[in-house]
C-alpha cells in the first residue's frame, strides 16, 4: 500500500482498510504463536501499512480541523 494511494481514500474508507489491517494482524499473530505462519516479512509489512493509514488519516483529521 502507498501513501499516494491512500491519500485519495475518504477517512470512511481508511478506517474501513484499518479495521482490515488489524483483523490481519492479528491472524498473523495467531499463526505466528501457532507455528504455521509461513511468511514473517508480511507481519512486518502489515504493522507499517497500519502505521501509514494511521498517519493519512492523522493528517486528514488536522487539514479539516484547520480549514474549519
Avoid: W
Avoid at 485519495?8 to 499463526?31: I, S, Y
Wanted: net charge positive; no cysteine; charged share 35%.
Amino acid at each position: 500500500m502507498k501513501a499516494t494511494e491512500l491519500r485519495e481514500k475518504t477517512p470512511d474508507q481508511l478506517r474501513q482498510d484499518l479495521e482490515t489491517l488489524k483483523k490481519e494482524a492479528f491472524n498473523l499473530r495467531f499463526q505466528a504463536a501457532t507455528g504455521q505462519l509461513e511468511s514473517t516479512a508480511r507481519k512486518r509489512a502489515v504493522r507499517r501499512d497500519i502505521a501509514r493509514v494511521n498517519t493519512i488519516l492523522n493528517e486528514k483529521a488536522r487539514a479539516a480541523a484547520g480549514a474549519e
